[in-house]
DNA sequence: TCTGGGGTCCTAGGACCC
DNA sequence: TCTGGGGTCCTAGGACCC
């Protein structure tokens, strides 16, 4: 029997969370501005409506949120990921088989009979989701991913679905299919829109019914996948989504200007401890390391500069201190004075596990001094992990940081800062040091009365 | 004044090997 | 006249996703 898919997506992620902890917003206009406050990242229905486009830039905002008393937020990931971890673990319990996709959404393979109409079921998940986490969800049903993945989008702009929109029966998926623009299916973007429109293809159901060996000729191997996704094979394979990632990057734009190299590799280096702690945090060591740097694009009077150093490590490692190293010395490299900086960012690459960690031949640090330098990190992440990140860090990383973004607009950490936890019964006081709750924390468990 | 961050996959082309 | 062929690995860049 071919599998059913669902893709459940949460409606308007952020703004969703954002608005759980503050009922007053309901029904009212939301948006999340991106780091450092740059541009929007998610909006609420009721901004969407009013006219706010995704990615704008916010400071183009201004009249449209004094017009409709729009709420603006900093983007608070740490927030959303510890609700998006809710909502993963009751999603579990309706299937064997889930592939967590993003923050936001997820692929269930479910567990229905020959026969059996699977919308009854999706209707279950979403309201359960609703009921255990407060958070709304969408629906897709289809035989491969990239079908599911339509039918959610249909179920989020058709209220009278009620949220599950199903592509399986056939005489759905033709109609549906005529009438949505090639855009809109998963993996083509506007350039391959493009490509497309040139050969005449300008509808998902065009795409389906075109020659795959003249689509692989426009689109390669992946426009192929994506016929056969449409004609119902599946054939697009999500790999482990718990697998290590392969590449780690930490990338932001300053708050401020920066023009001088010590305050440039201030921020480089608190860049990488930034990637080393998330390569501790996966158990991979890394072998070799980019930093880049950039002037503003956006201020194309001034004058543009951008570089990168790559470096190899002499032998793979996950040692703040190594890597901090290596990275100041190859910002010195690439810096030339005269020029605004605006962004830096840190790749670190050549991903191996930590049980793989190479022997080093010409032997730089004894295996001693691996074991120290492990120990060291293990201290250092789990005294960042009680009380606070950058309780402990390499000094290079500046105390002060007067290049960090900005985050005029943050809401409270509710569910994983207890200072900030959003209710507080009587006779009962926060904690006045600052303590990051454990990751593994679940908030639903906790009593609201 | 003000324009995000973090990933993946695929392909082409160069370097290098025998 | 006439200058191989086949393979791997690496990197940069393009395209996509959320």
Same mark, same amino acid.
């Given at each position: 029997? #071919? ?74 990931? $740490? ?21 967590? +996709? &993003? ?11 020959? $026969?059996?109409?699977?919308?009854? *079921?999706?209707?279950?998940? /979403? ?6 986490? $407060? *958070? #709304?969800?969408?629906?897709? @049903? ?11 989008? @249909? ?14 029966? *056939?005489?759905?998926r033709n109609d549906c299919l005529a009438r949505t623009p090639v855009e809109e299916v998963w993996g083509i973007g506007s350039r391959l829109t493009r490509r497309l429109a040139a050969i005449g293809i300008? %509808? ?9 060996? /003249? ?14 996704? *449409? !004609? ?16 780690? %990057?930490? =990338? ?12 440039? !590799?201030?921020?480089?280096?608190? +860049?990488? &401890? /930034? ?8 158990? =991979? ?5 980019? @930093? +880049?740097? /950039? ?5 194309? %009077? ?12 002499p032998v793979p490692s996950d040692h703040t201190p190594t890597l901090a190293a290596v990275a100041g010395r190859a910002v010195a490299t690439i810096y030339r004075s005269g020029y605004v900086y605006h ?6 690459? $050549? ?38 990140r950058h309780t402990v860090q390499v000094a290079s990383a500046g105390l002060e940081k007067p290049w960090k973004m900005r985050q005029n607009h943050r809401s409270p950490s509710f569910t994983t800062r207890?200072?900030?936890? #959003? ?20 908030? #639903?468990?906790?009593?609201? &009365?």
């Open positions: 029997m #071919p599998p059913v898919f669902a893709l459940v997506d949460c409606n308007n992620f952020y703004a969703s969370c954002e608005r759980l902890f503050n009922p007053r917003l309901i029904g009212q206009p939301i948006i999340v501005l991106s780091n450092n406050d740059g541009c929007v990242i998610a909006r609420s229905n009721e901004a969407k409506a009013a006219g706010i486009a995704m990615g704008q830039p916010f400071h183009e905002c201004a009249g449209l949120i004094h017009r409709h008393q729009i709420a603006v937020f900093s983007a608070n990931f $740490g927030l959303y990921g510890d609700l998006s971890h809710r909502v993963m673990q009751t999603l579990e319990r309706f299937t064997s088989a889930m592939e967590v +996709y &993003s923050i936001d959404e997820a692929f269930l393979t479910l567990p229905v009979q020959p $026969g059996e109409d699977p919308a009854p *079921l999706a209707h279950r998940i /979403r309201q359960t989701i609703r009921r255990e986490t $407060g *958070l #709304p969800v969408s629906v897709g @049903i289809g035989p491969t991913r990239v079908l599911a993945k339509l039918a959610n989008e @249909i179920a989020k702009h058709t209220p009278a679905l009620n949220g599950v929109s199903n592509l399986i029966p *056939l005489s759905n300008h %509808t998902a159901a065009d795409l389906r019914d075109a020659d795959p060996s /003249r689509i692989q000729t426009v689109l390669t191997v992946q426009g192929t996948r994506i016929v056969h996704e *449409l !004609r119902g094979r599946a054939c697009i394979h999500l790999e482990d989504l718990a697998a290590p990632r392969k590449t780690l %990057t930490c =990338s932001r734009s300053f708050g401020r200007p920066v023009t001088g190299l010590d305050e440039l !590799r201030e921020a480089v280096v608190a +860049y990488v &401890s /930034r990637a080393a702690e998330k390569l501790r945090a996966q158990h =991979s060591l890394a072998e070799a390391l980019q @930093i +880049y740097i /950039r002037t503003n694009p956006f201020r194309p %009077t001034d004058p543009q500069y951008s570089a990168t150093a790559t470096l190899r490590l962004k830096a960012s840190v790749l670190l690459f $050549g991903l191996c596990a930590r049980e793989h960690r190479p022997l080093d031949l010409f032997a730089s640090a004894s295996a001693t001094d691996v074991i120290r330098q492990t120990r060291l990190m293990t201290a250092l992440d789990s005294l960042n992990a009680t009380f606070g207890w200072t900030e936890l #959003p209710v507080v019964s009587a006779g009962c006081e926060r904690p006045k040091k600052k303590m990051e709750m454990p990751c593994t924390s679940v908030w #639903p468990r906790v009593s609201h &009365s």
